[in-house]
DNA sequence: AAAAAAC
């Protein structure tokens, strides 16, 4: 040890020595005692005010043990030899107690502590101190008397109570012989609502099938309906498939539900589902589509070219043309291009020429595009269905949050191309609706995230049904080694190809880190979220995006909750109405931050900063998508700025940082930002606004699973969704 | 650590 007498070390303190003349840092001594022991004075109210001293701060505030003392007298007091506790110089101690508590402690140190050892706090004296005490060896305190003691209590060996036990539940309630309850039968699975001989039944909804406790919490799910929180109380992060495992946790409600009721609409059924119906595509001439277009020179047939111009789309992306051949060569791909440069048709052109067209006799799927999130699922679905039909080849979306029946009677009919998020996936493969053996092409979107802790086991497990041998395509725009264990057990000699000529975002990106005082970011958020045109905030959780939505819309900004825990039918409610503009302001979690497509976002404003270096560049790519323009705002509190700087340096985007407080008119020049109107936008006027869409031109067969409850025809179509949320 | 992925 270095002999710093100067300054002993914390070692050294447990020397006796600390007396006067002892070497001392203040910190090492309590701070309402001198170093000599004797106590500090405290001045009381009326000597500070002599002084001309105002009331103490929160830190000078009599703390409990000084409280204490005024209330009923001092124990402690100058002589020392009444508190011998608190006498470094006579403190007789064993010596290991005497070893500093560390510095966080010193302030207590004032107080008398508790020391289960050689406490004898004074304030309990045995002798005159009235009040029961428990003493651990004699305390026979009567009320709690364990021989004479009536209560009820609980002991581990014998008590009978039905408890909980995870290998051997035979809770009453829930008696697998007895309980007349529908039950999931994982073997033998008779729930009717899959009955596929009759299809009639998986169009009803959720709560017309026979089912377990309607209504019932503990059955149902966890969710904290009143919060908008839906994680459990536990098990949130041992991986959602984990939780599969076992019909008892399900019923004993260790459940995610997917069905929380949308925000104050309580009334609202549960089953508030996303539909989905593929795009149809005008009709195209395919004889006007030549041999020297571009599309076409890649190889991809006529039908593709001609569907392609129809919707615009004339000239192959850098990425599109990178991978298009040799995927159509048949070759594993990866492949990385900047957000918003055109990695879906990237896939799904050639995927849909290797395919070629139906198949003849077994319509189980061919092609698998896996995708993390719903919104994205559809996406992707939205871009592939269109071009697929001009094939005669048809696209299923399977995705959690949707009626099951359509899922299943596609298969039925048969599918040649599947869009599909892992969890629905695999549900529908244990439940033998859905044949992944005749799967030739199958991709990973976002791959590197598929590959990450929390979606591997699903992936793999899907990838596992899967013959091998077919061909893989994987794809992000942060494709990196974190697919190297997917790579490994799947591909086989894949060839890279990788697009951003070593930017790591489009060069129409701006980006700002803005360094902002805490007090101020409620005020610069609304600012910023105010300006014209369509603007995606990013917060860290659930709650932040409900709070932050919530405060935008008191503050007069049109803002809307895009996370995970709502319904999917809210998901996809305010997904659409910022699509459409009705809502310019979307305020989301990290499910929107990959893959999602709107048009004309010109601004991102991350509120918390990214989980890291990829996230930041997902975030950011929301916006300047396509050759567009953004503008990328990170707002930074003092304690963040350094791990932004070091995010942004990662990301391969670091820029000078701003400072900025409301009003900070190089704010308004970088972003637009402006004082918003202040008049609130009030919970009806916000529910009118992202009441259900008009999907596919409105025809009420696109609507019936916003009107749920038509299914039996007592009730008009979409009446009880309009009903329900347009009133006030 | 959070979010996301099923009912």
Redesign the pocket.
């Known amino acids: 040890m270095p002999t710093n007498s100067g300054a002993p070390a914390r070692a050294s303190s447990k020397s006796k020595k600390s007396g006067p003349g002892a070497p001392k840092k203040a910190r090492k001594v309590p701070k309402s005692f001198k170093v000599d022991g004797t106590p500090k004075k405290r001045w009381s109210s009326a000597e500070r005010a002599d002084r001309g001293l105002g009331p103490r701060k929160s830190g000078g505030q009599p703390n409990r043990a000084q409280r204490r003392r005024e209330q009923f007298g001092a124990p402690v007091t100058s002589a020392g030899a009444e508190r011998p506790r608190f006498d470094r110089e006579s403190d007789d101690r064993p010596a290991r107690d005497k070893t500093p508590r560390g510095d966080n402690r010193s302030r207590s140190d004032e107080r008398p502590r508790f020391d289960r050892k050689t406490d004898e706090r004074p304030r309990f004296d045995r002798n005159t101190d009235e009040r029961p005490r428990f003493d651990r060896n004699t305390d026979e305190r009567p009320r709690f008397d364990r021989n004479t003691d009536e209560r009820p209590r609980f002991d581990r060996k014998t008590d009978e109570r039905p408890r909980f036990d995870r290998k051997t539940d035979e809770r009453p309630r829930f008696d697998r012989n007895t309980d007349e309850r529908p039950r999931f039968e994982r073997s033998g699975d008779d729930r009717p609502r899959y009955d596929r001989t009759k299809p009639e039944l998986s169009r009803q909804t959720?709560s017309e099938r026979p089912r377990h406790e309607a209504g019932s919490d503990r059955w149902r799910s966890t969710r904290d309906s009143r919060t908008g929180d839906n994680?459990p109380a536990d098990n949130?992060?041992g991986?959602?498939?984990d939780?599969?495992g076992s019909r008892d946790n399900?019923s004993a409600g260790?459940?995610?539900?997917?069905d929380r009721p949308a925000r104050s609409d309580s009334g609202e059924s549960n089953a508030d589902t996303m539909s989905w119906t593929a795009r149809e595509l005008a009709p195209v001439d395919t004889g006007a589509v030549t041999a020297e277009h571009g599309f076409a020179r890649l190889g991809l047939p006529k039908p593709l070219v001609a569907a392609l111009i129809s919707e615009g789309i004339t000239d192959p992306f850098p990425i599109q043309a990178a991978t298009i051949p040799d995927a159509l060569a048949g070759r594993d791909v990866l492949g990385r291009g900047q957000t918003g440069s055109g990695k879906t048709l990237g896939f799904a052109l050639p995927m849909l020429t290797t395919l070629g067209g139906p198949a003849k006799g077994n319509r189980a799927p061919r092609g698998l595009v896996l995708v993390?999130?719903?919104?994205l699922a559809m996406q992707v679905a939205d871009v592939i269905a269109p071009l697929a039909k001009t094939m005669d080849m048809s696209v299923t979306l399977i995705?959690?949050?949707?009626a099951?029946g359509p899922q299943i009677r596609a298969f039925e009919r048969g599918v040649d191309v599947v869009v599909a998020?892992?969890?629905?996936?695999?549900?529908l493969m244990?439940q033998g609706a859905l044949d992944l053996s005749r799967v030739e092409v199958a991709v990973l979107d976002e791959a590197d995230h598929m590959a990450?802790?929390?979606?591997m086991p699903?992936v793999t497990t899907i990838m596992d049904q899967m013959p091998a041998g077919g061909q893989r395509l994987l794809f992000s725009a942060t494709l990196d080694r974190a697919v190297d264990r997917l790579v490994k057990k799947y591909l086989d000699n894949p060839v890279t190809h990788e697009v951003d000529s070593g930017q790591a975002t489009v060069s129409t990106m701006v980006h700002h880190v803005v360094h902002i005082l805490p007090h101020d970011k409620n005020a610069l958020t609304a600012e910023i979220a105010g300006r014209p045109g369509r603007t995606v905030i990013f917060v860290?959780?659930?709650?932040?995006a409900d709070r932050v939505a919530e405060q935008l819309r008191a503050a007069g900004v049109t803002a809307g909750a895009l996370?995970?825990?709502l319904t999917q039918g809210a998901r996809t409610r305010i997904l659409a109405a910022f699509k459409d503009g009705t809502v310019p302001v979307l305020v989301a979690?990290?499910?929107a931050a990959r893959g999602i497509h709107v048009d004309d976002v010109g601004l991102v404003l991350q509120v918390d900063p990214p989980?890291?270096p990829k996230e930041y560049l997902h975030r950011a790519g929301r916006t300047a998508r396509a050759g567009g323009t953004g503008v990328v705002v990170t707002l930074a509190l003092p304690h963040q700025r350094k791990e932004l700087q070091r995010l942004t340096s990662q990301a391969g985007v670091a820029s000078a940082p701003l400072e900025a407080r409301p009003g900070d008119e190089a704010l308004a020049r970088a972003t637009g930002s402006r004082q918003p109107s202040g008049a609130a936008v009030s919970q009806a006027d916000f529910e009118k606004l992202i009441a259900p869409p008009a999907r596919g031109g409105g025809r009420p067969k696109n609507r019936k699973d916003f009107g749920r409850r038509d299914a039996g025809g007592y009730r008009g179509g979409n009446r009880r969704g309009t009903g329900g949320r347009s009133r006030g």
């Open positions: 959720r994680r949130r992060s991986g959602w498939r939780d599969r399900r260790f459940s995610r539900g997917t993390p999130t719903r919104e995705a959690g949050g949707m099951y998020t892992p969890g629905r996936l695999i549900d244990e990450d802790l929390g979606f699903a860290r959780t659930q709650r932040g996370h995970g825990g979690t990290d499910v989980a890291g």
